[in-house]
């Protein structure tokens, strides 16, 4: 599996960097804020094509065209561009996330910057890495000298579950904190030790599931915001260097 992992991402890898700063059509989708490319759309089609030449009988749920149900026990999560508003506004900061989830576990995944050339990558019980070097959270243990990350949804709910009232206590209370653009990328940052720590409302499965397996494998804390057990299909993401969680956490519970 790591195998075709590797291949889905680095071929549609080559797409993006082929179209990157190029002219190809943008739509928008539920809302007008949120976009779909041709590039999204070129992508998505080359990794599926990869994984169901190797394994016809597995499931996918990928972001555009939804879920390919095979009754497998393995599902690959898919997520062909995520940042896409920075890829159409030619920002380097964006990437392929592929997440393998087996029985209801992520056990696989990779995130990988084309633009960038930076792939991240993590198995089950294996570890984290960065281009083949392990990865390990950082080990700030202060929520006031961490630098944290966030994002946010594109609903039109402004203010879900009060993400923007965090957000302003955190910059009032002189936290430095970063918005990214690919929430793939926010959970990788965290998980090699740049960021402390990212949360985020609405999520889904496919800006995850990659993600997911490296934080956890790089040492990190991943939980909703009660912190109970983190779940891909629900909405709430809390994903630490774990020595900061509990401080964050607070912060959140406390708007
Ligand atoms: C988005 C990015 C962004 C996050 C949004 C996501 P997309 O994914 O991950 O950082 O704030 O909630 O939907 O649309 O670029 O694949
Ligand atoms: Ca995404
Ligand atoms: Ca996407």
Same mark, same amino acid.
């Given at each position: 599996?790591?195998?075709?992992?590797?291949?889905?991402?680095?071929?549609?890898?080559?797409?993006?960097?082929?179209?990157?700063?190029?002219?190809? *059509?943008?739509?928008?989708?539920?809302?007008?804020?949120?976009?779909?490319? @041709?590039?999204?759309?070129?992508?998505?089609?080359?990794?599926?094509?990869?994984?169901?030449?190797?394994?016809?009988?597995?499931?996918?749920?990928?972001?555009?065209?939804?879920?390919?149900?095979?009754?497998?026990?393995?599902?690959?999560?898919?997520?062909?561009?995520?940042?896409?508003?920075?890829?159409?506004?030619?920002?380097?900061?964006?990437?392929?996330?592929?997440?393998?989830?087996?029985?209801?576990?992520?056990?696989?995944?990779?995130? +990988?910057?084309?633009?960038?050339? @930076?792939?991240?990558?993590?198995?089950?019980?294996?570890?984290?890495?960065?281009?083949?070097?392990?990865?390990?959270?950082?080990?700030?243990?202060?929520?006031?000298?961490?630098?944290?990350?966030?994002?946010?949804? +594109?609903?039109?709910?402004?203010?879900?579950?009060?993400?923007?009232?965090?957000?302003?206590?955190?910059?009032?209370?002189?936290?430095?904190?970063?918005?990214?653009?690919?929430?793939?990328?926010?959970?990788?940052?965290?998980?090699?030790?740049?960021?402390?720590?990212?949360?985020?409302?609405?999520?889904?499965?496919?800006?995850?599931?990659?993600?997911?397996?490296?934080?956890?494998?790089?040492?990190?804390?991943?939980?909703?915001?009660?912190?109970?057990?983190? *779940?891909?299909?629900?909405?709430?993401?809390?994903?630490?260097?774990?020595?900061?969680?509990?401080?964050?956490?607070?912060?959140?519970?406390?708007?």
């Amino acid at each position: 599996m790591k195998n075709t992992l590797f291949k889905a991402a680095i071929e549609s890898g080559k797409i993006l960097k082929e179209n990157f700063e190029g002219s190809f *059509n943008i739509e928008s989708k539920d809302v007008i804020s949120n976009l779909v490319t @041709e590039i999204d759309k070129k992508s998505e089609k080359k990794i599926i094509e990869i994984i169901k030449s190797d394994f016809p009988s597995h499931n996918v749920l990928s972001e555009e065209v939804g879920a390919i149900d095979k009754d497998s026990d393995v599902k690959w999560i898919i997520d062909p561009i995520d940042g896409t508003i920075n890829y159409a506004h030619a920002i380097p900061l964006c990437c392929i996330s592929i997440g393998v989830e087996k029985k209801g576990e992520v056990i696989m995944g990779v995130v +990988y910057n084309p633009l960038s050339g @930076e792939t991240f990558f993590a198995e089950k019980g294996k570890g984290a890495t960065l281009n083949n070097n392990k990865i390990t959270v950082s080990t700030e243990n202060e929520v006031s000298k961490s630098l944290l990350v966030t994002g946010f949804p +594109y609903s039109s709910d402004k203010n879900p579950t009060k993400q923007l009232d965090v957000f302003s206590k955190i910059v009032s209370s002189d936290i430095p904190i970063r918005r990214l653009g690919s929430a793939a990328l926010d959970i990788c940052w965290t998980a090699c030790g740049r960021f402390d720590g990212f949360w985020e409302y609405n999520l889904n499965p496919w800006d995850v599931a990659g993600g997911y397996i490296i934080l956890v494998e790089a040492g990190g804390k991943i939980t909703n915001f009660s912190n109970s057990e983190f *779940n891909l299909y629900e909405k709430e993401i809390l994903a630490t260097n774990g020595l900061i969680h509990d401080q964050v956490l607070k912060i959140i519970q406390s708007v």
